[in-house]
Each structure stands twice: as structure tokens, then as C-alpha cells.
């Protein structure tokens, strides 16, 4: 089992930024990719980035492309989502996942193939 835990949402204005972090538990973080979600409301979950377990392979959304930036410490069992220049549009709970995997430069993108979600972290963004 991997318990996981996100920290850093808030609410900010348009143009500043937030540092999202996802502590995990149980288990090491070595053998799985991690990825961020974001809910907002009425709309479904959506994939916002996810990164490989050897760190060496990321992916994002089209549309946090150049704003977002994900990054992990396996030592620490952390991995972190920077978001600068954020949006209105960026306002949802965050959420962290896990997906164990024995490829360390897989990093899926459908909620279906994660193993393990935290609670979430609200951001808001205000204009």
C-alpha cells in the first residue's frame, strides 16, 4: 500500500505561482510513475503531468505546457508540481497519483492506470 499526501494548494492571484508536493508512505517510490490530476467542478478528472520513476521522462498538458513543471525526489518520497503564471482556468483540487511499473520511462496519462490517489489540494485562482 502507498498513502499519499499533497500540500501547497491555496488561493492566489492570476500571474503567481503555487508549489504543489505529494508525500508518500508504505512503500518506496522507486517503482512508480507519478502523475497530477486536477477536478474542478462539474467537470471531469483531468491529467495535468506525470513523471516517469527514473525522472528522466515527463509529460503535460497542452495547456499547462510551459507553465507547469513537475519533479520528484525518490530519497524523499516526494514529488512536486511547480505552477507558475497561473490562470482562472487552473482553479481545481489537485490531485497526486501512483502507478507501480517496472519501465523507468513509463508515465501514463488515464486515471484508470493509477494505483494509488491522495486526498486532493484546492487552488484557486483569482482574477
Known amino acids: 500500500q502507498v498513502q499519499l499526501v499533497e500540500s501547497g494548494g491555496g488561493l492566489v492571484q492570476a500571474g503567481g505561482s503555487l508549489r504543489l508536493s505529494c508525500a508518500g508512505s508504505?512503500?518506496?517510490?522507486?517503482?512508480?510513475?507519478m502523475g497530477w490530476f486536477r477536478q474542478a467542478p462539474g467537470k471531469e478528472r483531468e491529467f495535468v503531468a506525470v513523471?516517469?520513476?527514473?525522472?528522466?521522462?515527463?509529460s503535460y498538458v497542452d495547456s499547462v505546457k510551459g507553465r507547469f513543471t513537475i519533479s520528484r525526489d525518490n530519497a524523499k518520497n516526494t514529488v512536486y508540481l511547480q505552477m507558475n503564471s497561473l490562470k482562472p482556468e487552473d482553479t481545481a483540487v489537485y490531485y497526486c497519483?501512483?502507478?507501480?511499473?517496472?519501465?523507468?520511462?513509463?508515465?501514463?496519462?488515464?486515471?484508470?492506470?493509477?494505483?494509488?490517489w491522495g486526498q486532493g489540494t484546492q487552488v484557486t485562482v483569482s482574477s
Open positions: 513523471i516517469s520513476w527514473s525522472g528522466g521522462i515527463t
Open positions: 508504505g512503500r518506496s517510490f522507486s517503482n512508480y510513475a
Open positions: 497519483a501512483a502507478d507501480f511499473t517496472l519501465s523507468p520511462t513509463y508515465g501514463p496519462s488515464e486515471p484508470y492506470e493509477y494505483d494509488y
